[in-house]
């Protein structure tokens, strides 16, 4: 669901990244640190990835 599908399927692929690297940084809520580079690493994986899919 890349950007190239329409604006629909990227906000919902958008959306599920967010969601999936809210979902790991609350996994990892006891290492703050751990957590939110985690989750930053992800959201901007996740949304370079479907930029260019």
Do not use: D, E, F, K
């Amino acid at each position: 669901m890349g950007y190239s599908n329409g604006a629909l399927r990227g906000l919902v692929g958008t959306a599920a990244v967010l969601l999936t690297a809210a979902l790991i940084a609350s996994a990892l809520r006891h290492w703050r640190v751990a957590a939110m580079t985690t989750a930053g690493v992800l959201t901007a994986a996740g949304i370079g990835w479907l930029a260019t899919h």
